[in-house]
């Protein structure tokens, strides 16, 4: 069996204990032998910490993974067979600024959402394709597995804009939502559950479910009425979904789906988190900073549990799946960010979509769904449109093209407020936004 080499970008991270535990619970299947976590200036402290908690882990495991830490990106990438990415350009600082300045103009603020998450775009996008200029000099045949959000317009950006295809979005929200509707439906170790989803990043929905040969669609929303509802991603407030709507909608959304059909009400929650000083990104500093406290502890050599009330739970079953699943064409089914065509029949086949796939060597292959429900539909084209609008913006630093994006995106839709928020935004990001000030 072929050794694996792992390059972990954003490597000091605070999730990297979990990627480490989701390779040492693969290693007969997936043998890692070099995991390189590779970081920036700002982030050496915490990578030395991440790196050191991570060779405790390794020890403990008894397994041949060498971990190596390095701020230099070209020497980790040579060779490698997999690139996972997980990085925050201008770390949580951005996030804040992300989520307080949309809510000054009565906007929602939030990390991969509206403004908030056009600007984390905005930021992010070049440094995905100046990671990609490495990976065509240093390893032209590795998989990069993004994880860095916001993972859809990422995902878009690198398909519409540039030559590199093995590309894959990830994120943990259809893992969460799978776990939902298992424990919705008191699905039991024997029960066999099937899940089809559909949608974009951060829009998904559960379009089809079967458990042991049965639809059981209608049965998971008659239950979700009967029981309340409510659904596990740590960083959206859950507000209850009202019988006769749940009713007549008919389908299970991720919860992000509540920022556009519960607007005011996420909105009100927004602003009462912030005027207390607890917007989510000052929630995961604290989180953060606790953490960091506790992977110091030199008798730690294990992942803290912790770890899971940050927003990522379950990334090293969605990111260590996928990579195991590549490395050995399993076919099993996984859902992954990658290009539509045709599986969802009513979107364009050419964009990327948030979609169960069939996970192969050659990489992922959609699994048709079918449309999108009429009452989904509307909403995720309008998304799209200002997602790849957004991409363009990220090349090409126009400000008259970052209004239109702004302004058409569901949680801003005013041409006035969207100006007043992208002025503030960019002088607030400017360091990092070096298209817009050429």
């Not at 009400?265 to 900073?289: F, I, P, S, Y």
Request: include cysteine; proline fraction near 4%.
């Amino acid at each position: 069996m072929k050794s694996v080499k792992i390059v972990t970008i954003g490597g000091g991270s605070s999730y990297t204990p979990e990627l480490i535990e989701g390779f040492i619970k693969r290693y007969d299947e997936l043998p890692v032998r070099e995991l390189w976590l590779v970081d920036i200036e700002e982030g050496k402290h915490k990578l030395e910490i991440v790196g050191n908690l991570a060779k405790r882990m390794v020890k403990k495991a008894g397994i041949p993974m060498k971990i190596y830490m390095t701020l230099d990106r070209q020497e980790a990438l040579k060779d490698a067979d997999f690139v996972t990415t997980q990085f925050r350009v201008g770390q949580l600082d951005a996030r804040e600024k992300d989520e307080l300045i949309p809510l000054k103009y009565g906007v929602i603020g939030q990390e991969t959402n509206g403004p908030g998450g056009m600007f984390k775009a905005l930021r992010t996008i070049p440094v995905i394709f100046d990671i990609i200029k490495d990976c065509e000099k240093l390893c032209p045949n590795a998989w990069i597995i993004s994880f860095t959000n916001p993972s859809g317009i990422n995902a878009e950006a690198v398909f519409r804009h540039t030559g590199w295809k093995k590309f894959i979005g990830l994120c943990n929200g259809p893992v969460n939502m799978i776990k939902d509707i298992e424990h919705i439906l008191n699905v039991q170790d024997n029960d066999e559950l099937d899940v089809k989803i559909g949608g974009i990043n951060h829009m998904i929905y559960a379009l089809d479910i079967t458990l042991n040969g049965e639809n059981a669609n209608r049965k998971l929303i008659d239950t979700m009425i009967d029981q309340g509802n409510s659904e596990s991603l740590k960083n959206i407030v859950d507000i209850p979904w009202s019988k006769e709507f749940l009713n007549s909608y008919g389908y299970l959304g991720i919860g992000y789906l509540r920022y556009y059909l519960q607007k005011q009400q996420m909105l009100e929650h927004c602003q009462e988190d912030a005027a207390k000083g607890q917007c989510r990104a000052q929630v995961v500093k604290k989180v953060e900073k606790e953490l960091f406290e506790k992977y110091k502890d030199e008798n730690l050599d294990v992942k803290p549990k912790e770890l899971e009330q940050r927003g990522g739970a379950y990334y090293s079953d969605a990111a260590c799946n996928l990579i195991s699943s590549l490395y050995n064409d399993k076919g099993d089914i996984q859902v992954v960010d990658t290009l539509n065509k045709g599986a969802i029949s009513n979107m364009p086949a050419d964009v990327v979509v948030e979609v169960s796939c069939k996970i192969t060597k050659d990489g992922p292959v959609p699994i048709p769904v079918g449309e999108l429900p009429l009452q989904t539909v509307g909403l995720i084209h309008q998304l799209k449109a200002f997602e790849i609008l957004t991409t363009n913006v990220a090349l090409s630093g126009n400000y008259d093209d970052a209004l239109v994006a702004m302004t058409i995106n569901p949680l801003v839709q005013s041409e006035i407020t969207a100006k007043k928020i992208l002025d503030e935004m960019l002088e607030a990001h400017k360091k990092y936004l070096p298209q817009f000030y050429k």
